[in-house]
């Protein structure tokens, strides 16, 4: 495998000083880029992201177009409940659909942990594929849904603003919902390892929907399988963990040994360092829909983000996935004036 020529990202992992901070965008391959919109023509999203080829076409498109410190695979975190059998339909401009969701003890005997190797295969021949073209240019990242998420949508059956059902499920069926968590877990952590094997260089755990749970809630339902995968995984790669709107429970998840934690632009960077400790790294935490504002402004707002960091053992990104509808100079440009920054 060849030498990664710019291993910014994965020295600031690793706590090391580095010339510059590193950047990349959440969502960066994907629907703001008139290149992939033209594979979206084309192929439906399962089939963009069951076809090494594609998914691989559409990791590069921002490394080449945008000029990010990182690639990340093109995949989806629904690929998980997908392999371990059930059904999952994703809408253009609708959203994922579950048809069968889990509600009762016999609906779990409906799934089962897969064998990541048959059922996701595709995932990494992909990533084959992607550190093949990437030729050591940039690290890869792989990812992966938190299992309370993907709770979530296994539950509720549909996107949801907040997923009332999945919590009640919860708290009325708690050890079943343990259960169906484990599961998860269980998957997640053999599909990872995989992931790393196959050549991803880091890998990001989105808890989305983390922050509709209380603090006693997410370090019920999420925190100790988030902690079961940091164990498992980051003794052969660095982990992020982004749980958006978690931050009550920063210092818990820098507890469990991540390398990095994501956090999302209601987060002041003072206080998230404050929380999670002077040691991990911290990854954000750009608003995106500032990305819709004139260029100028958002140089002078991403200088003001850069400098709340301090400009070491920071990885600039979004506090989440980048919108559609922003356009591609004003992707560009949050890429060009992190790059072009030095600290006062």
């Given at each position: 495998m060849s030498v990664i020529k710019n291993d910014l990202i994965l020295r600031t992992l690793r706590g090391e000083k580095t010339e510059r901070v590193p950047v990349w965008m959440m969502r960066q391959a994907g629907r703001y880029l008139p290149e992939y919109m033209e594979l979206r023509r084309k192929y439906g999203f399962f089939e963009r992201c069951q076809t090494p080829e594609l998914a691989c076409e559409i990791t590069l498109q921002p490394v080449d177009i945008i000029g990010v410190d990182a690639a990340i695979l093109f995949s989806d975190i629904l690929v998980v409940p997908q392999a371990m059998g059930l059904e999952v339909q994703l809408i253009e401009s609708k959203g994922p659909i579950l048809p069968n969701p889990i509600q009762t003890s016999n609906d779990l005997q409906r799934i089962h942990t897969p064998d990541v190797h048959e059922s996701l295969g595709y995932v990494f021949k992909a990533i084959h594929l992607i550190k093949q073209e990437l030729n050591g240019r940039v690290p890869l990242i792989g990812f992966a849904g938190a299992p309370w998420t993907l709770l979530c949508y296994m539950v509720q059956g549909k996107g949801s603003k907040t997923f009332d059902e999945a919590k009640a499920f919860c708290y009325q069926q708690p050890q079943l919902a343990h259960q169906l968590?484990?599961?998860?877990?269980?998957?997640?952590?053999?599909?990872?390892?995989?992931?790393?094997?196959?050549?991803?260089?880091?890998?990001?755990?989105?808890?989305?929907?983390?922050?509709?749970?209380?603090?006693?809630?997410?370090?019920?339902?999420?925190?100790?399988?988030?902690?079961?995968?940091?164990?498992?995984i980051?003794?052969?790669?660095?982990?992020?963990?982004?749980?958006?709107?978690?931050?009550?429970?920063?210092?818990?998840?820098?507890?469990?040994?991540?390398?990095?934690?994501?956090?999302?632009?209601?987060?002041?960077?003072?206080?998230?360092?404050?929380?999670?400790?002077?040691?991990?790294?911290?990854?954000?935490?750009?608003?995106?829909?500032?990305?819709?504002?004139?260029?100028?402004?958002?140089?002078?707002?991403?200088?003001?983000?850069?400098?709340?960091?301090?400009?070491?053992?920071?990885?600039?990104?979004?506090?989440?996935?980048?919108?559609?509808?922003?356009?591609?100079?004003?992707?560009?440009?949050?890429?060009?004036?992190?790059?072009?920054?030095?600290?006062?």
């Open positions: 968590l484990q599961m998860i877990t269980n998957t997640t952590i053999a599909y990872l390892h995989q992931q790393v094997a196959s050549g991803a260089d880091t890998v990001q755990v989105f808890d989305s929907w983390g922050g509709l749970l209380s603090k006693a809630d997410f370090e019920t339902y999420s925190l100790p399988y988030l902690e079961q995968i940091v164990k498992a980051q003794p052969i790669a660095p982990v992020i963990l982004f749980a958006k709107g978690a931050w009550y429970s920063l210092t818990e998840m820098a507890n469990t040994g991540a390398a990095a934690l994501g956090i999302d632009w209601c987060t002041p960077p003072n206080i998230a360092r404050q929380l999670a400790g002077e040691k991990i790294t911290l990854q954000g935490n750009f608003d995106p829909a500032k990305l819709l504002s004139p260029i100028s402004e958002i140089k002078k707002e991403v200088k003001n983000m850069l400098q709340a960091f301090g400009g070491q053992h920071h990885i600039a990104n979004l506090g989440h996935g980048i919108l559609p509808n922003v356009p591609v100079d004003h992707a560009k440009a949050f890429v060009d004036t992190v790059k072009e920054w030095q600290p006062n």
